[in-house]
């Protein structure tokens, strides 16, 4: 999709934080804004947020309602032989607590959840804005995952690769 955007004539600018959205009233026929960035500004008249749990950042209006969570994701690479994850799954254990599964092609699984390890701790993930370091107490939550959950998986040997974690969004708590 990128690629043909781009070859319909869209000018992407990548690493190039927004700072502030203004309305552009040079124009009185139609509604257009003035989108100031690190590398300049621009004019459109159409602007999407596709900020997620950063919206209030350059959307005031929607402090509060509109909070970024953070939460955490592993990479599991399972290096015996495994059952197939043939689809994507969501388990939810409890009104607060779920995680999801993405196989991948290469065989791993990206597995994002943890909210047990970390729930309880608010100022640890919730209106949190940092994603560059990982959730204390969460670190260890994806060792054995797979045989914790899944039957067949019991005698596999499943490796954590990669930990992180991103901000997202939720309603106030």
């Not at 607060?96 to 791993?108: A, F, M, N, T």
């Given at each position: 999709?990128?690629?043909?955007?781009?070859?319909?004539?869209?000018?992407?600018?990548?690493?190039?934080?927004?700072?502030?959205?203004?309305?552009?009233?040079?124009?009185?026929?139609?509604?257009?804004?003035?989108?100031?960035?690190?590398?300049?500004?621009?004019?459109?008249?159409?602007?999407?947020?596709?900020?997620?749990?950063?919206?209030?950042?350059?959307?005031?209006?929607?402090?509060?309602?509109?909070?970024?969570?953070?939460?955490?994701?592993?990479r599991l690479?399972?290096?015996?032989?495994?059952?197939?994850?043939?689809?994507?799954?969501?388990?939810?254990?409890?009104?607060?607590?779920?995680?999801?599964?993405?196989?991948?092609?290469?065989?791993?699984?990206?597995?994002?959840?943890?909210?047990?390890?970390?729930?309880?701790?608010?100022?640890?993930?919730?209106?949190?804005?940092?994603?560059?370091?990982?959730?204390?107490?969460?670190?260890?939550?994806?060792?054995?995952?797979?045989?914790?959950?899944?039957r067949g998986?019991?005698?596999?040997?499943?490796?954590?690769?990669?930990?992180?974690?991103?901000?997202?969004?939720?309603?106030?708590?």
């Amino acid at each position: 999709m990128l690629e043909l955007v781009v070859a319909r004539g869209v000018n992407l600018q990548t690493n190039t934080p927004v700072t502030s959205v203004t309305p552009d009233h040079t124009h009185s026929e139609s509604q257009s804004w003035t989108v100031n960035t690190t590398r300049g500004s621009t004019k459109s008249n159409t602007v999407i947020h596709a900020t997620n749990g950063y919206t209030s950042a350059l959307v005031p209006e929607l402090l509060g309602k509109i909070v970024p969570v953070k939460g955490m994701v592993a990479r599991l690479v399972p290096t015996t032989e495994r059952p197939e994850l043939a689809e994507s799954y969501m388990m939810r254990f409890s009104e607060y607590e779920y995680d999801y599964l993405i196989p991948r092609p290469d065989g791993s699984i990206v597995v994002g959840g943890a909210r047990r390890d970390f729930y309880r701790e608010l100022d640890s993930w919730f209106n949190v804005f940092d994603d560059g370091s990982l959730i204390k107490g969460a670190e260890n939550y994806f060792e054995g995952y797979m045989q914790r959950h899944f039957r067949g998986w019991e005698d596999c040997d499943v490796r954590t690769e990669n930990l992180w974690t991103g901000s997202e969004f939720s309603a106030p708590l």
